[in-house]
C-alpha cells in the first residue's frame, strides 16, 4: 500500500509569485485535505477535496485554491504570495466525503512541502 | 465551532519517567479526537484516536489517552518513556458534524533526557 507522498519537498519562492504543490492520495482514498503548518504551530485546515470539488474550507483568502484530479490527486494553488506564507503544507487523505462520514475514517498525512517566500 | 488546547509547549522527561501530555478541547457536539506525532521534517503520523466506545484508548508505541467528557480533556499518557518519543505531539479535534476538518492544539514538544 503506497502512502501519502508530496511534491516538491522544498521550494522558495519571492513575494508576488505563485506556486503549486502535488499531493498523490494513498491508495483506496478519494478524500484530500490540505493544511498550513507556521513555524512553531499546529497545523490549520485550509480546504478539503472530494471527488474532484471543494467540500468544506477554512479560514483562508481566495488565492488560496486547488484542484482534485480523477485518480484522487490534488494541487494546491497559491497566488499572491505573501512572506507569512512561508509555512510546512501538509496534504492528508481519507477515505469519506460529504454526508455520514464513517466513525473510523482517519486522515493520513504526507510529509509535507516546505514553502519559503522571500 | 471547536477548539483545542495543549498545556505546556514544551515538556521535559527523563528517560524511563512517565509521560503526560494534556489536551482539553471544546465542541459543540460530541467530539471525534486524536493525538498525533511528528518527528523532526516529517509529516503527522497517528498515535491513536477516539471516536465512540470505550473511553481509554491505546495506540502504537505504548501511547494511550482518555477521554473524559466532564473534563473534556484527552490527556495522552505513556508509562515509561523512550528517547525515540522525542518529538512534537499535536492533539485535534473534529467535530462529528464537522466533514473531515480537523482542529489542532498548538502542539508539545516532548524532550527525553538520558
Known amino acids: 500500500e503506497t502512502g501519502v507522498t508530496q511534491s516538491p519537498t522544498h521550494l522558495i519562492k519571492t513575494r508576488g509569485q505563485q506556486v503549486t504543490l502535488r499531493c498523490s492520495s494513498q491508495s483506496g482514498h478519494n478524500t484530500v485535505s490540505w493544511y498550513q503548518q507556521a513555524l512553531g504551530q499546529g497545523p490549520q485546515f485550509i480546504f478539503q477535496?472530494?471527488?474532484?470539488?471543494?467540500?468544506g474550507r477554512g479560514n483562508f483568502p481566495p488565492r488560496f485554491s486547488g484542484l482534485q484530479f480523477p485518480n484522487y490527486s490534488s494541487e494546491l494553488n497559491v497566488n499572491a504570495l505573501e512572506l507569512d506564507d512561508s509555512a510546512l503544507y501538509l496534504c492528508a487523505s481519507s477515505r469519506g466525503g460529504t454526508g455520514a462520514f464513517g466513525i473510523t475514517d482517519t486522515q493520513y498525512f504526507g510529509p509535507g512541502t516546505r514553502l519559503t517566500v522571500l | 465551532a471547536q477548539s483545542v488546547t495543549q498545556l505546556g509547549s514544551h515538556v521535559s522527561v527523563s528517560e524511563g519517567a512517565l509521560v503526560l501530555l494534556r489536551c482539553n478541547y471544546s465542541s459543540s457536539v460530541p467530539p471525534y479526537l486524536f493525538w498525533y506525532v511528528q518527528y523532526p521534517n516529517q509529516g503527522l503520523q497517528l498515535l491513536l484516536k477516539y471516536t465512540t466506545g470505550a473511553t481509554l484508548v491505546k495506540g502504537i508505541n505504548g501511547f494511550e489517552a482518555e477521554f473524559k467528557k466532564s473534563e473534556t480533556s484527552f490527556h495522552l499518557t505513556k508509562p515509561s518513556a523512550h528517547m525515540r518519543d522525542a518529538a512534537e505531539y499535536f492533539c485535534?479535534?473534529?467535530?462529528?458534524?464537522?466533514?473531515?476538518?480537523?482542529?489542532f492544539g498548538g502542539g508539545t514538544r516532548l524532550m527525553v533526557k538520558p
Open positions: 485535534a479535534v473534529r467535530a462529528n458534524n464537522a466533514g473531515n476538518m480537523l482542529t
Open positions: 477535496y472530494y471527488r474532484e470539488e471543494e467540500n
